[in-house]
């Protein structure tokens, strides 16, 4: 009897697949935006950083081996953020 009933309902594609193909694609556009931003904030990190460590060495001081490594890595997570979060969400 069931088979009888399954065969007479009509099997189509999944509900949503078009909205969930729009929002894919939404999803990529305002990704790489927002890569792009992310580009732009590592290179004003960079140019802060380097600014401040010229700064350092003009006034002087010595010591400054953690402020060059904590600017520099973030200029690099900066970077490296981007793809890590394409791959996570696959795009």
């Given amino acids: 009897m069931t088979l009888l009933v399954m065969s007479f309902c009509s099997v189509s594609g999944q509900p949503g697949i ?3 193909q729009q929002v894919r694609q939404d999803l990529k556009n305002s ?3 927002a890569w792009d931003a992310c580009l732009v904030l590592a290179a004003i990190l960079g140019i802060i950083g380097g600014l401040r460590i010229y ?3 003009q006034m002087g001081r010595d010591r400054f081996t953690a402020e060059v490594t904590g600017w ?5 997570f900066m970077v490296l953020i981007g793809p890590f979060l394409q791959k996570l969400m696959g795009i």
């Fill in 72 to 76: 520099f890595l973030a200029a690099i």
């Fill in 31 to 33: 990704f790489f935006s």
């Fill in 55 to 57: 700064h350092n060495l």
């Fill in 18 to 20: 078009a909205e969930m």
